[in-house]
């Protein structure tokens, strides 16, 4: 097949240009730690909020160690439970969400936390809050018609021992 | 001799006339395809102005009860009529006419032809009724298990379907050309219609089964049940390969007609024919990059498709390449100089061309920011925020639909055998398109990209709404409105030709570019079955393995008893 020598040329360099943003996502995702939700097993939604069932029956925050923390979250028509979350600032935070119902979204205004919410399905992703303040947790898949009013809040506390340090 | 050169003219416009009286059945159903293609887009536009202004906090649906119910009734039907009716409608009214014409052979079983327009017909008003009646609020990509009326997902089925029984009457004909011309290549526009329509058997495969061995049973009190996994990716493996269903017909008019409307030569036939050919290979087994932040998929998957996307972004870098050549030939046959001088010579009067161009430079835009969202690592910024409205405006938004304007600015007049109503108008409606949509998008893109505004919501409603999203929004609604004048003037103009043209003398013709390179096709750019095969062992290698996991571990998980969400 005939190909023109500038197209050949274009050719080399769209492949090559591909090539490095193939490199440059390996990368990010190796090294920079990227992470995406993955395989974390199934539940049943319906049996889920049976008390003593699972960890959703009480959805709450729990700290491991000081300054770790894991958060169930449980998402449904049109509420995140818990709607509010407090931890200390510089908390590593570890997000367990499940839907009750419908499909939802899970995003962290301001950081990199964004999922899709399944029922059905765990939604696992952690992320470290180093800034004091409050981030809104929105949903962002439709999830009928209160969608937009679904939104809850994570607040990040000064660390008293830090506060007085830097005075 | 001076006898015959009077009369060569004459004989060339009576031939003209008896071709068009050879190809009525394929006018009649391309009239009548574009026709309903553009009465949905006409309500879906409207349903999109009005969702641009609620996010302004300019609330209209207040006004349109009970007709609308609600922002999500409405954004619903934007999406199923603009997405879905307005391109199938027009992409298969548009192939009848190129196939037949580029093969010059009518269809040959036209009961097949009849039979899939109506099946796409019924179909479109079985999903028409639970859409208007509010009893299928479920967004166009009708995510279990939010349930719609069983209607909406045998309407659908039905307009699915018949766009399959269209292909299978393109097939046929193809085969009938072929028994009569053994040894000759394809002509270009053919081939590369047939491959999509051949493209689209395989991608809808997808969304076939996630209704009819979920949804509809399901719909219809006879499974207990859906899984919510199974059936997104169902419905992803059958939706990425759609946006390549919107885009090639576009790439069909840039390849095979715009150089022949910029008074040049296409550049390189062949290797368009390979471009065609690798979107049949690698349109289908990408689907997992609209599942990145989806839980119960192993994070290999995911990148796996994450890699075969930027090969798939490989052939449209080539055609940007051939294209751009390709005008370039014709702004210098009109006597263009220099580096950039040809630009000036393109026909940019000719509505036809500059909507088309347009939509060009609309999408280099837009696919810069779909390799964004590609990227495995920074689709996690903007996955669905609005940044990812304001990435398919520009594609099927644009590239496609202002593709498609442009089109209906010769096809229209060759149907209806009146001249364009008001060139100007025309003009001006791929003009106010441009900026239209580059301030709408830009807005969009901003504001899911800084403050992770989420997409398909209510925004002047939601609580969460930040002033510092002030700008970004109103930039997005200036769009919106230079929208609207243009949307007006696309109907104006296709109204006006209809009713109001000047009634042509001669019949439009369908403009077929040359090849400018004329060594000969290789017969493996002409064959089918390696291609087709291939495409199919990258489906099973993709999905096989996943689906077979998904299926095993299904949960058919019943909904609380009287949960309706709208
Ligand atoms: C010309 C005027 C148009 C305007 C003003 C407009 C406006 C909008 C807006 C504001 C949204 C976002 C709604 C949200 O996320 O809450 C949207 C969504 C959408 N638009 Fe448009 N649009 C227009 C044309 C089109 C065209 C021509 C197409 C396709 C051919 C299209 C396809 C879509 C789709 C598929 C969605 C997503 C629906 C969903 O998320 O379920 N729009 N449009
Ligand atoms: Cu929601
Ligand atoms: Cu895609």
Known sequence: ?167 | MSVQSISQPQAAASSAKASEARFALENRLTGWQIGIAMAALSLGIFLGIVQGLEHAGLNLYTYLQPAFKSYYQGLTIHGVLNALVWTTFFITGFFTTAITRSLDMPISKPWLARLGFGLMVVGLLMTAYPLFANLATVLYTFYPPLQAHWTFYLGLTLIVVGSWVAGYAFFFTYAAWRKENKGVTTPFIAQASLITMAMWQIATLGVAVEILAMLLPWSLGLLPGTDALLGRTLFWYTGHSLVYFWLLPAYVSWYGMVPKQAGGKLFSENLARLVFWLFLLLSTPVGFHHQYTDPGIPQGWKMLHGLFTFGVAFPSLITAFTVAASLESGGRARGGKGWFGWIKKLPWDNPSFTAQNFAMILFAFGGISGVTNASYSLNLAVHNTTWIPGHFHLTVGSATTLSFFGIAYWLVPKLSGRGLFSRKAALAQAWTWLFGMIFFSNGMHMLGLHFGAPRRTMLGAAPYRDAAWNPMLMESVLGVLILTVSAFLFFYVIIGTVLAGKKLKEPVEMPVAESMDTSPTPAWLDTWRGWVYGAVALVILAYGPMLYVLFNEMQLIPLPPGLRVW
Not at chain 1, 76 to 103: H, L, M, N
């Open chain 1, 1 to 167: 097949m005939h190909v023109d020598k500038y197209e050949q040329a274009w050719i080399r360099i769209s492949i090559f240009v591909l090539v490095i943003f193939i490199i440059a996502v390996l990368t990010a995702s190796v090294s920079a730690g990227i992470q995406v939700p993955g395989v974390e097993g199934r539940v049943d939604p319906n049996l889920i909020t049976t008390p003593g069932a699972s960890p959703w029956a009480e959805p709450s925050v729990r700290e491991l160690a000081p300054g770790k923390y894991e958060a169930y979250v449980l998402a449904q028509i049109w509420a995140f439970r818990p709607g509010e979350i407090r931890i200390p600032a510089g908390s590593e935070i570890t997000f367990y969400v499940t839907s009750k119902d419908v499909q939802h979204g899970f995003k962290i205004m301001e950081t990199n936390i964004n999922m899709m919410v399944l029922p059905g399905q765990v939604s696992k992703l952690k992320t470290t809050f180093d800034k004091p303040g409050t981030y809104n947790i929105v949903c962002h898949e439709y999830c009928g018609i209160g969608h937009h009013t679904m939104y809850g809040k994570i607040i990040v506390e000064e660390v008293a021992t830090e506060a007085a340090a830097s005075e």
